[in-house]
């Protein structure tokens, strides 16, 4: 049923773009921008209450946080889509034992922040407010947030931050929107304005925005977890992202999908900060 539906929101924008090209391209663009899921539950919002919480801003979109003090090191947490700052209870139970300072932000469009729309780049500016207020040494983030931090970090070059963790990251953004464009089953027509639309918008082509690009000079002590197996993004990203990431370590899971939530990453994650 949801494939079906899927396919008849393609079928629609394919049939407007016979009207407008430009007009369904915008259409496809805010689909793939408008996140459906990431509010946080009641469930979730008993574990993020336990937390201090403080809203920034950014050009006047709330940016909320939570915040565990410790008496090391400040960790800034950085989720994925369609998700929230709950998604890291596993890891923040453990960080909290070992004395870390944790910091966890909701993305745009997501959580207790605002915006209506989600994209990397703008992610990139609240990760950059709350790293002005916090000063972390460390982030830790997931999925598309991986592309959000690295982007802050080449933008900024924030010397506090002395190490980079990815989990699950995606490197290609042209890939990203291949993928989109494949799931909704997009004409050419479509697709190729789609991709001007979005260099229009953003101001770079979805070729030309590569997470391991972007990393290349980035001297940041750095590590990437990914999966063999990840449903959501190929493995093969992790490569072009250590390649280009000199200063990082790859390690490959295998069976533990995109989510990445295991005892084995905390193990991971913990041997790095400690080395």
């Keep these: 049923m949801k494939n079906i539906v899927v396919k008849t929101v393609g079928s629609y924008i394919n049939v407007l773009g016979y009207?407008?090209?430009?007009?369904?391209?915008?259409?496809?663009?805010?689909l793939f921008t408008k996140p459906r899921k990431g509010k946080i539950t009641e469930e979730q919002a008993s574990f993020l209450n336990?937390?201090?919480?403080?809203?920034?801003?950014?050009?006047?979109?709330?940016?909320?946080?939570y915040r565990w003090p410790g008496h090391k090191e400040t960790i800034l947490l950085a989720h994925g889509w369609e998700s929230n700052s709950s998604r890291w209870q596993y890891l923040i139970c453990d960080l909290k034992q070992k004395g870390y300072t944790i910091v966890a932000l909701d993305a745009p469009g997501h959580g207790?922040?605002?915006n209506t729309y989600f994209n990397a780049l703008l992610y990139a500016e609240f990760i950059h407010v709350v790293s002005k207020r916090f000063s972390p040494e460390?982030?830790?983030?997931h999925s598309v947030g991986g592309m959000a931090a690295t982007v802050f970090q080449k933008k900024y070059q924030i010397k506090s931050v002395q190490k980079l963790i990815l989990l699950g990251a995606p490197s290609e953004f042209k890939d990203i929107i291949s993928r989109y464009v494949d799931l909704l089953g997009y004409n050419?027509?479509?697709?190729?304005?789609?991709?001007?639309?979005?260099?229009?918008r953003f101001g770079t082509k979805p070729e030309q925005f590569s997470t391991a690009k972007l990393l290349k000079d980035i001297t940041t002590k750095g590590l990437i977890i990914h999966d063999k197996q990840d449903p959501v993004i190929p493995y093969e990203d992790a490569l072009l992202i250590q390649d280009e990431f000199k200063n990082s370590t790859l390690i490959t899971t295998e069976g533990l999908g995109h989510s990445l939530k295991d005892?084995?990453?905390i193990e991971h994650i913990n041997q790095f900060l400690e080395a």
């Design 188 to 200: 050419n027509r479509v697709s190729n304005q789609l991709n001007i639309t979005i260099e229009k």
């Design 138 to 141: 460390i982030i830790i983030a």
């Design 263 to 265: 005892n084995s990453i």
């Design 112 to 114: 207790n922040s605002g």
């Design 19 to 30: 009207i407008s090209k430009q007009y369904a391209a915008g259409k496809a663009l805010k």
């Design 50 to 65: 336990t937390a201090f919480t403080e809203e920034f801003s950014y050009k006047d979109t709330p940016i909320m946080t």
